[in-house]
């Protein structure tokens, strides 16, 4: 079964950058669609990015779309997201999860999830 780590939360002021991490063991994420999640406080959970198990397709919420970039490392049982331009309301746990498809809905794909790490970002 794959377990999936995150690493890379942290506090950063607005405007900067933060890449995330999710590195997986016990299998390899290349036949999954993997997917980036976050839950702001008061909020439901929200799909934010994904990446094909390809890499070739790449999904983004409206929010963070332009400033967010996913990407993954087959060879390194890896996938990033890049958090560019980072904003307030980008302040959120964010996970990252191992599933079917990219699409609308697609937690609803994730099979595997991860424990997502806390990104703070003042003003």
């Known amino acids: 079964q794959v377990q999936l780590v995150e690493s890379g939360g942290g506090s950063v002021q607005a405007g900067g950058s933060l890449r995330l991490s999710c590195a997986a063991s016990?299998?390899?994420?290349?036949?999954?669609?993997m997917g980036w999640f976050r839950q702001a406080p008061g909020k439901e959970r929200e799909g934010v990015s994904c990446?094909?198990?390809?890499?070739?397709?790449?999904y983004y919420s409206d929010s963070v779309k332009g400033r967010f970039n996913v990407s993954r490392d087959n060879a390194k049982n890896t996938v990033f997201l890049q958090m560019g331009d980072v904003k307030p309301g980008d302040t959120a746990v964010y996970s990252c999860?191992?599933?079917?498809?990219?699409?609308?809905?697609?937690?609803?794909?994730?099979?595997?999830w991860g424990k997502g790490p806390l990104v703070t970002v003042s003003s």
């Open positions: 990446i094909s198990s390809s890499g070739f397709s790449t």
């Open positions: 016990g299998g390899t994420i290349s036949p999954y669609a």
């Open positions: 999860a191992a599933g079917t498809y990219c699409a609308s809905d697609y937690a609803l794909a994730m099979k595997y």
